[in-house]
Nanobody, 122 residues
């Protein structure tokens, strides 16, 4: 499985941004897909999770963040609305062939995207 995150950039506060994670390989056996973000000097932090790539599931929303997937395009999405300066970070997608219980544990994920930088200007 290979993950490639993209869609980051320099955006103004208040804008929305939709990040993508293109997934290839043994995609249909993926059980857990997540988004994390990391700011300089801090640990990578869990944001949202979606389960079972092969299921046609609903988007999951948490506050300003929404995780979704497009089975036809083999893409995982993260939308962030009303961006603030504190959202400045490198955003990573991650996947596991297992149902992950400890979602915040980086070691639970076999596959990671390379990260995409989001910088929010105020």
């Amino acid at each position: 499985v290979q993950l490639q995150a993209s869609g980051g950039g320099l955006v103004q506060a208040g804008a929305s941004l939709k990040l993508s994670c293109a997934i290839s390989g043994d995609i249909y056996n993926i059980r857990t897909m997540t988004w994390f973000r990391q700011t300089p000097g801090n640990e990578r932090k869990f944001l949202l999770r979606i389960r079972y790539w092969h299921d046609v599931g609903k988007d999951i929303e948490k506050g300003r963040f929404t995780i979704s997937k497009d089975n036809g395009k083999n893409t995982l999405w993260l939308e962030v609305k009303n961006l603030v300066a504190e959202d400045t970070a490198v955003y990573y997608c991650a996947a596991s062939m297992f149902l992950v219980d400890d979602l915040a544990s980086l070691a639970m994920y076999e596959y990671w995207g390379q990260g995409t930088q989001v910088t929010v200007s105020s």
